[in-house]
């Protein structure tokens, strides 16, 4: 047979993926794929089976039903601080996923660079190889995942098309600061780069931090694609509605994109994400509140356990440093000790390296998610014990 396509080997299958498929043959408790396993709002809910017996069951608007788009921008501009017109500027797609592509796609020439901060979400990586960017990588340094400006200044150049930035950020917890966003704000505006801001989590952030997104930095509204959806911020991973906001003339290719990949996000739930997106602040406090809660009884048990943790400061992940239990079972690669705590503690998570290019990086480092419900959190916390 003649080769099939040479670019699906530059990337491997998603170990996130994989390690929740072990999870399921093994009969574990998945910590490794990012979602909650308490229910979204009964009223959002309600909303959603409503839209269905309403009749709201064949093709959205390619792009996103007006309605929705409206609540996009009405909250954008509310949260975000950020303005744009919803009938040119708005496009809804299926997940942050298939914003994050299409953008890349709607951007990319051949030849162009990609900057990317590591550790980052795994999906990044393969997007940048699949629309033909070549990626260049910026380190984020722990405890704190902070970069360096000077690292950042090299990475850029004539071929930089965009930069990636995911605030709060998967896999680290890392909130990025103004000062932050200003610096990498400078560059883009310096050697004309977009930046691309996955803003997934921006209700999930812990001790009083705020979030911010690089669009409102000034002279970034043009130059800036705002992705986001309903998955974490409403706890509906499974409906995949979400969106990328960016000047018209950006926006018009994306919605040329979307429209030959997927024809349109599904639509009862386009309906039901405009009654989420109007829920008021006590909501978002709800949330906060319960992820603060799952964050620190977490944290302290993985101390217990002998991890080396620095709490999160956003999202709903803790990269917990696992190089002493490793010396300890005699274990050499984050994907080994995965699988052991798997064998041990029945809890599914993610090796470090998953979140790296090279296969060296990250090799200390085990991702545990935990947006869960109290009894898991309880279950956790047991298990935990028996390393
Ligand atoms: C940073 C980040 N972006 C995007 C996604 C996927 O989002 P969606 O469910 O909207 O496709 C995830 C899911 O874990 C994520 O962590």
């Not at 803003?199 to 694609?225: F, P, Q």
Request: charged content about 20%; hydrophobic content about 40%.
């Amino acid at each position: 047979m003649k080769p099939f396509s040479h670019i699906t080997t530059q990337f491997t299958e998603s170990v996130i993926r994989e390690m929740t498929r072990v999870s399921h043959a093994k009969g574990g408790l998945n910590l490794a794929q990012g979602f909650p396993d308490f229910e979204p709002p009964d009223e959002l809910k309600a909303a959603a089976v409503q839209a269905i017996h309403g009749g709201c069951n064949q093709y959205a608007i390619t792009f996103g039903e007006a309605d929705l788009r409206q609540a996009i921008v009405d909250k954008a501009c509310q949260y975000n601080r950020i303005s744009y017109n919803p009938d040119t500027e708005v496009t809804v797609t299926c997940g942050a996923t298939e914003a994050m592509i299409a953008t890349l796609n709607a951007l990319v020439n051949p030849g162009d660079e990609i900057i990317i901060f590591e550790p980052f979400y795994e999906n990044y990586g393969p997007d940048a190889i699949l629309s033909g960017a070549k990626p260049r990588y910026v380190a984020l340094r722990p405890p704190h995942w902070t970069f360096d400006a000077n690292e950042l200044a090299e990475a850029f150049n004539e071929n930089t098309k965009a930069i990636i930035i995911n605030t709060p950020n998967n896999p680290t917890g890392k909130v990025f600061s103004r000062s932050e966003l200003e610096a990498v704000a400078g560059f883009c505006i310096q050697w004309d780069a977009i930046a691309v801001s996955d803003e997934i989590y921006e209700h999930i952030l812990y001790d009083n931090e705020a979030h911010i997104s690089i669009a409102s930095i000034k002279g970034m509204a043009d130059r800036t694609v705002t992705i986001n959806s309903l998955s974490k911020t409403y706890s509906v991973t499974g409906w995949r509605v979400g969106w990328a906001i960016a000047q018209a003339d950006i926006t018009g290719r994306i919605r040329k994109v979307h429209d030959f990949l997927t024809v349109g996000a599904p639509a009862p739930f386009q309906k039901a994400g405009v009654y989420a997106l109007g829920m008021d602040a006590a909501y978002y406090n709800t949330l906060q509140y319960r992820y603060q809660q799952a964050r620190d009884r977490v944290c302290g048990a993985l101390a217990a356990a002998d991890f080396i943790i620095h709490p999160p400061k956003g999202a709903y992940y803790i990269m917990a440093h696992a190089a002493q239990l490793m010396e300890r079972f005699n274990i050499k690669t984050a994907y080994q000790f995965s699988l052991k705590l798997i064998d041990r503690t029945g809890l599914a998570t993610v090796p470090g390296t998953a979140f790296y290019h090279s296969e060296a990086a990250g090799n200390e480092y085990i991702r545990f998610c935990f947006a869960k419900n109290e009894k898991t959190l309880d279950d956790i916390c047991l298990r935990l014990r028996r390393l």
